[in-house]
RNA sequence: ACGCGAUUAGUUCAGAUGGAAGAACACAGGACUUUGACUCCUGAUGUCGGUAGUUCAAAUCUAUCAUCGCGUGCCA
């Protein structure tokens, strides 16, 4: 039983509060997407929020989708949704919409304005924008504002049925036009718009803005913690000025608003992700170098190692910009446990064994998870020829370098020592191939004489191997905050050149197998994904996340 | 300009009722190693945004200033 007392963030303390001095018995949370985009990264950061609540406190959390505007919402999206906070491993305790609620939505907004508390007005959107004026002045109202409860009744009825044209007017709440809150100067409630949406279909033309609709659905569905990121801070008041219209039990819903997340090298906005998909700087919403959930699926990111990210970068009302390397970090920490290691050839240079007899074929043991002895083992076969990297590999070599170079010896893993005798160049002076000799009392890697080999690389036998395509993936964006522009310039100005390059690599035989969105280490490179379009006949790896590498800082000093 | 909010290590966050500044990642050094990976040790870094005040005692309370963010859609 580990009982490790993590302190609580300014949400859990609340709840803690509530529950304790009785103002709730159980919490109930929500996840409210617009369905008119993927979820990112940053949605995940909300999920792993508001589910995880639900989880610390046995509370539930409800999936609801803010479809009250039917022009930019589709189906789609909400299957996406769906999927995404599936495949994270949460289960919510009810699926609502918005558009649920329409009737009920309609009949309030009936009641207030026989209250008095909202009107018909029939001017432009311009006009009402200047009546609102600024912040440091009051507000104009509007000519209409006060006309009778009769008049607005029949009018927004009409509206209600179809009589008036999109734009033509709204229903406006009867706040305070002297508010230095802008959104507190009479807001609009519902506006015309003669779309079909998605599952309502052609039954309304008025559409509820999210300020009235949203508190209002919280409040049906008896959430008591409304978690939403910093912008809508100002809303609050608003939020709470609708509630109070309706609830005479004083049990209402509390807004509560967090930080959104911001990653580094990558944009968040569901306007430019839609901008990258729609001009095909990417190849659709889960390219894998895309900060979606699916695009982070597809790329080889497992559900545990973003919602141990999540649970490490906190829940705070400051703004921040998290390193990627932090995700990159729980990716790696979560492999390195699960991830079988094979050995890959990235960039093939050929080696030939010349004391190895030519017809001669053998199998060699090779662990497949030196972190989980339970993966067991697998054969590798060895011959004459095999691959090894070209980077594993230096004509002239620093000091430092304890890899292959001229008359050096490294141990191949699982493999023999082998030392280099002879480096075979083309007219370019490229080397095209290396003439190796082995040890053959060296077999499994070690000696019989004791002598101390420092380089290990890994390899493939080139009768067995087989081929396939590698995507190596890179940052999309070479500035760590690309929304940070100087003139004339945008964040497409900072798209990576080479945030992708695709390499035939050469894979032991083993792999031939390998499944869709089955996760391995190519051992001493990185840990690799199949991707979801692969096949037997064609295969095809994405990296996930290189290793981490002290070799490059170390060469990069000399 | 006005309103609201934020400000603790390079970064993200902890620091109830005021009582000797903490964690993770990153970084540096070392041990181990058939992955220059992993793992394990060790280390450095903060005028707790500034100033003034209350107090025996302030990161924590008060005032004020500064800086940054958000808000003036019939988007969410």
Redesign the pocket.
């Known amino acids: 039983m580990e009982e490790k007392k993590e302190?609580?963030?300014?949400i859990e303390?609340i709840i803690e509060d509530d529950l304790s001095t009785g103002k709730h018995k159980q919490i109930i949370t929500r996840f409210?997407p617009?369905p008119n985009g993927y979820l990112h990264i940053g949605h995940a950061k909300s999920i792993c929020l508001n589910f995880g609540l639900k989880e610390t406190f046995k509370g539930k959390t409800n999936l609801r989708f803010?479809d009250?505007?039917p022009s930019?919402e589709e189906t789609e999206y909400v299957e996406s949704i769906i999927e995404d906070i599936k495949w994270l491993g949460f289960e919510y305790d009810n699926l609502f919409y918005a558009s649920d609620y329409f009737e009920q939505l309609f009949e309030w907004a009936v009641m207030l304005i026989k209250d008095g508390k909202a009107y018909v007005?029939e001017?432009?959107?311009e006009h009402?924008?200047e009546q609102?004026?600024?912040?440091?002045i009051n507000g104009i109202e509007s000519p209409f504002r006060n006309r009778s409860i009769e008049e607005n009744l029949k009018l927004f009825l009409e509206m209600k049925d179809g009589k008036y044209a999109?734009?033509?007017?709204?229903l406006r709440a009867k706040v305070d036009m002297n508010s230095?809150?802008?959104?507190m100067r009479d807001?609009?409630m519902y506006?015309?718009?003669k779309k079909h949406h998605h599952r309502t279909g052609d039954k309304w033309c008025i559409?509820?803005?999210?300020?009235y609709?949203?508190g209002q659905s919280d409040y049906i569905e008896g959430i008591t913690h409304s978690i939403c990121t910093?912008?809508?801070?100002?809303?609050r008041p608003l939020y709470e000025w609708f509630l109070e219209q309706i609830d005479t039990t004083g049990k209402r819903p509390r807004q509560i608003e967090f930080?959104r997340l911001n990653l580094s090298y990558t944009v968040m906005s569901k306007r430019k992700l839609l901008e990258l998909v729609k001009n095909n700087y990417v190849n659709g919403w889960d390219d894998p170098r895309m900060p979606t959930i699916s695009g982070f699926r597809r790329r080889g990111y497992t559900p545990d190692s973003i919602r141990n990210f999540a649970d490490?970068?906190?829940?705070?009302?400051?703004?921040?910009?998290?390193?990627v390397?932090?995700l990159e970090?729980f990716i790696?920490?979560d492999l390195?446990k699960k991830a079988n290691?094979v050995m890959a050839i990235l960039n093939p240079l050929k080696v030939i064994i010349t004391n190895y007899p030519e017809n001669k074929t053998e199998q060699l043991e090779a662990q497949n998870?030196?972190?989980d002895i339970s993966a067991g083992s697998r054969e590798v076969s060895f011959s004459r020829e095999i691959y090894i990297e070209q980077d594993d590999f230096m004509e002239e070599a620093p000091n430092?370098?304890?890899?292959l170079k001229p008359g050096g010896e490294v141990?191949l893993?699982?493999g023999y020592f082998i030392k280099c005798n002879e480096i075979i160049k083309d007219n370019d002076g490229n080397i095209t191939e290396l003439h190796c000799t082995y040890d053959p009392e060296s077999k499994?890697?070690?000696s019989p004489d004791g002598r101390k080999v420092k380089?290990?690389?890994?390899w493939v036998d080139s009768q067995t191997c087989i081929d396939a395509e590698v995507r190596l993936y890179d940052r999309l964006f070479v500035k760590e905050n690309p929304e940070d522009t100087n003139e004339n310039e945008t964040y497409l100005d900072y798209l990576n050149p080479d945030s992708v390059r695709i390499n035939t690599a050469k894979l032991e035989q083993s792999l031939l197998y390998a499944k869709p969105m089955e996760r391995f280490?190519f051992?001493?490179k990185g840990y690799f994904c199949v991707d979801k379009d692969s096949k037997q006949d064609k295969l095809i790896f994405n990296r996930i996340v290189t290793?981490?590498?002290?070799?490059t800082?170390?060469a990069g000093n000399e």
């Open positions: 302190s609580l963030n300014f303390q409210p617009e803010d009250t505007n930019k007005d001017q432009t959107p009402i924008s609102r004026t600024n912040p440091t999109d734009g033509s007017m709204v230095p809150n802008m959104h807001p609009v506006r015309i718009m559409y509820p803005m999210y300020d609709a949203h910093l912008e809508f801070e100002v809303h930080a490490r970068i906190g829940v705070a009302r400051r703004e921040n910009m998290i390193d390397g932090l970090f790696r920490e390195n290691r998870n030196p972190e430092k370098f304890f890899r141990r893993r699982y499994g890697g070690q380089g290990t690389i890994h280490q051992e001493r290793l981490k590498d002290s070799w800082k170390i």
